[in-house]
T-cell receptor, first 113, second 107 residues
Framework: KAGVTQTPRYLIKTRGQQVTLSCSPI?????VSWYQQTPGQGLQFLFE???????NKGNFPGRFSGRQFSNSRSEMNVSTLELGDSALYLC????????????FGPGTRLTVT | KNEVEQSPQNLTAQEGEFITINCSYS?????LHWLQQHPGGGIVSLFM???GKKKHGRLIATINIQEKHSSLHITASHPRDSAVYIC?????????FGTGTRLTIIP
């Protein structure tokens, strides 16, 4: 089976812009979770989608949003980018909900200038 | 205080040494993951455990739910084991991460 894929792998944006990141899960997996990794805060949970519904959410402002499509692919969107949003954004897929199984993608490295 | 504490933060050892990385957490959890992250960012889940002990090759993970503590051991360490090892607990069905242990194995 192909692994989790994320596009794009690298992205440079300007403060104030918005960005959309994409995650394609392992075939058959219905759960996609998103994480942010920064040098200062480490890894933090953003949200989880399962069967097109957001099941869980971390402590991030409303500028961070996501969605999941009927084929389980997921997108996350960050509006009004801030310098502090520069990070590695990782998604992970699972056949079940609740973080009991996580297969991570390679990540998208976002730089905000 | 972080809910998940790892020690040590950095560890350098000679090839062949026995390695132990510790993880302590302050809340009741459902289960715990040990993750490995190589330079470049890719993360691999090594173990998910809720009790007892698991072994995979040279890696062993243990957890003591009552003492809120888990350890990851690497036997016969090798330079390819050099990576960041991250402990993550499942709390309210969300992962909460430790700050990671950077392991460097010198040939």
């Amino acid at each position: 089976k192909a692994g989790v894929t994320q596009t794009p792998r690298y992205l440079i944006k300007t403060r104030g812009q918005q960005v959309t990141l994409s995650c394609s899960p392992i075939s058959g997996h219905r759960s996609v979770s998103w994480y942010q990794q920064t040098p200062g805060q480490g890894l933090q949970f953003l949200f989880e989608y399962f069967s097109e519904t957001q099941r869980n959410k971390g402590n991030f402002p409303g500028r961070f949003s996501g969605r999941q499509f009927s084929n389980s692919r997921s997108e996350m969107n960050v509006s009004t980018l801030e310098l502090g949003d520069s990070a590695l954004y990782l998604c992970a897929s699972s056949s079940m909900t609740g973080s009991y199984e996580q297969y991570f993608g390679p990540g998208t490295r976002l730089t905000v200038t | 205080k972080n809910e998940v504490e790892q020690s040590p933060q950095n560890l350098t050892a000679q090839e062949g040494e026995f390695i132990t990385i510790n993880c302590s957490y302050s809340v009741g959890i459902s289960a715990l993951h040990w993750l490995q992250q190589h330079p470049g960012g890719g993360i691999v889940s090594l173990f998910m455990l809720s009790s007892g002990k698991k072994k995979h090759g040279r890696l062993i993970a243990t957890i003591n739910i009552q003492e809120k503590h888990s350890s990851l051991h690497i036997t016969a360490s090798h330079p390819r084991d050099s990576a960041v090892y991250i402990c993550a607990v499942i709390l309210n069905e969300k992962l909460t991460f430790g700050t990671g242990t950077r392991l460097t194995i010198i040939p």
